[in-house]
Nanobody
Framework: QVQVVESGGGLVQAGGSLRLSCAASGSIFSVNAMGWYRQAPGKQRELVAAITRGGMTNYADSVKGRFTISRDNAKNTVYLQMNSLKPEDTAVYYC??????????????WGQGTQVTVSS
């Protein structure tokens, strides 16, 4: 079994910062790409940032220069440092992981989501 668990959400004022963490655990052989998505009320889920196992990153235009994604391969963990937060960043943030389990099958897992609320 595999678990993907996010942490670090909360309430922050505009201009503030939050750091999200997401750890994959269980019967994992390796974790490939990991990413953060978000879904605001009434909107579709969208990619925020993604990172390959080798460290290549990709960001949504709306967060470039404010958010930084990073990972620790030894801990199967991905982070999202969010600075200069805006009210429009308010959403449920979901972690996504492409991984290979110990039976060498590939799976894509989603975390349960963590709420980020930015007040104006």
């Amino acid at each position: 079994q595999v678990q993907v668990v996010e942490s670090g959400g909360g309430l922050v004022q505009a201009g503030g910062s939050l750091r999200l963490s997401c750890a994959a655990s269980g019967s994992i052989f390796s974790v490939n790409a990991m990413g953060w998505y978000r879904q605001a009320p009434g909107k579709q889920r969208e990619l925020v940032a993604a990172i390959t196992r080798g460290g290549m990153t990709n960001y949504a235009d709306s967060v470039k220069g404010r958010f930084t994604i990073s990972r620790d391969n030894a801990k199967n963990t991905v982070y999202l440092q969010m600075n200069s937060l805006k009210p429009e960043d308010t959403a449920v943030y979901y972690c996504n992981a492409d991984l290979i389990v110990t039976t060498l099958q590939k799976y894509n897992y989603w975390g349960q989501g963590t709420q980020v609320t930015v007040s104006s």
